[in-house]
């Protein structure tokens, strides 16, 4: 009697699991989840263009931003995954040589020996962990009238590139537009 009880329990529980189970069939199931490359689309085309005035009378025009093809776009993602795409591309930057990249966050300004290094500050989810990317504008600006306030919100759009100083690798978007 025990030996068909646990026969019997052991069909049932294999019928509620195959039941329950998702056969493939060959076919792709369609469903109304978004994916990643759908939700940067939608928002790619929900853009609106507008120009921007920042210090110094100088307009930004960002409806150039708008109109650019971004490969990874950081502004129409949440805080995590941002902050992940970001340190990936710190971790693995020769993955993302050639990309054009869309940003936005705070602008900052580091002084060097040589020249200015401008950057594009990112804050995490809890604005604990800040990283940012540096980039290079696409047209020559004289520092500080042609461009934003330090701690100002911008998107930059550019292309990802390494150099190197010294033996250092560093990562920059460069041809940057800015608003």
């Given amino acids: 009697m025990k030996k068909i009880i646990s026969v019997l329990s052991a069909a049932v529980i294999i019928f509620m699991l195959c039941a329950c189970n998702d056969i493939d069939t060959g076919r792709t199931k369609k469903n109304n989840t978004k994916t990643v490359d759908d939700i940067l689309n939608e928002a790619a085309g929900d853009d609106k263009g507008a120009s921007v005035a920042l210090s ?11 109109k650019e093809n971004c490969d990874i776009d950081l502004t129409s993602m949440n805080s ?11 971790v693995n930057p020769d993955d993302y040589v050639g990309k054009t990249i869309k940003m936005r ?10 020249r200015n290094y401008y950057a594009c500050i990112i804050a995490d989810a809890t604005a ?10 696409k047209k020559e600006r004289k520092y500080p009238e042609e461009y934003p306030e330090i701690g ?19 990562c920059q978007l460069k041809n940057a537009l800015i608003s």
């Fill in 56 to 66: 110094g009378g100088i307009d930004f025009v960002a409806d150039k931003l708008n």
């Fill in 80 to 90: 995590t995954m941002v902050y992940s795409e970001v340190n990936n591309m710190m």
């Fill in 105 to 114: 966050g705070q602008f900052s300004v580091f002084g060097g020996d040589k």
């Fill in 128 to 137: 604990c962990c800040s990283q940012g990317i540096e980039f290079i504008s």
């Fill in 152 to 170: 100002n919100e911008i998107t930059v759009v550019g292309e990802f590139e390494t150099y190197f100083e010294g033996d250092r690798k560093y």
